[in-house]
């Protein structure tokens, strides 16, 4: 198994996104996950004022969008998708597992509407980040995730559902 040195704390860990983040390139952090982790919350810890500034520009750019999403539209959205991940094309097991995402992100100027949101697993929403969910298959591609692109090669999701 391929090993990966932290910058930052030098332990060695699997070279897997399980202990490492990814760069927007698709490679692994130079910072394993515990260190990315701490780093926030120290940032936060230190930077309240900036954290409230941020909060309170997104909550203005997209009104109601920083609002948690109940189980109800979990629900309808695992019961649509057919219980799969959107992402990956891997099967969520209950609907609250899942994590309701923008198909096109806000920042790309998507909306904040049912008719943009899907339900992802919680990782694969953290590595989609910013990206559209084209995007998102294109970089799994890229990086290694998916050989190929199973679900739109067979269909799973016509590319006219995405426009």
């Given at each position: 198994?391929?090993?990966?040195?932290?910058?930052?704390?030098?332990?060695?860990?699997?070279?897997?996104?399980?202990?490492?983040?990814?760069?927007?390139?698709?490679?692994?952090?130079?910072?394993?996950?515990?260190?990315m982790n701490k780093r926030s919350r120290e940032y936060e810890a230190k930077n309240k004022d900036k954290?409230?500034?941020?909060?309170?520009?997104?909550?203005?750019?997209?009104p109601g969008a920083r609002t948690g999403f109940g189980p109800g539209i979990?629900?309808?959205?695992?019961?649509?998708?057919?219980?799969?991940?959107?992402?990956?094309?891997?099967?969520?097991?209950?609907?609250?597992?899942?994590e309701v995402d923008h198909m096109r992100p806000l920042s790309?100027?998507?909306?904040?509407a049912s008719s943009n949101f899907i339900l992802a697993h919680c990782r694969c929403n953290r590595d989609k980040k910013d990206k559209t969910i084209e995007e998102h298959w294109d970089w799994r591609v890229k990086v290694g995730h998916d050989v190929e692109n199973l679900g739109r090669k067979h269909g799973l999701i016509p590319p006219k559902r995405l426009k």
């Open positions: 198994m391929l090993t990966k040195r932290c910058t930052i704390c030098g332990e060695e860990k699997p070279a897997t996104l399980d202990y490492w983040g990814s760069t927007p390139a698709g490679n692994l952090r130079g910072y394993c996950n515990q260190c954290r409230k500034a941020r909060d309170a520009k997104r909550a203005a750019t997209a979990k629900r309808e959205l695992w019961d649509k998708q057919g219980g799969i991940c959107l992402c990956c094309f891997q099967k969520i097991d209950f609907a609250e597992n899942g790309k100027g998507g909306e904040h």
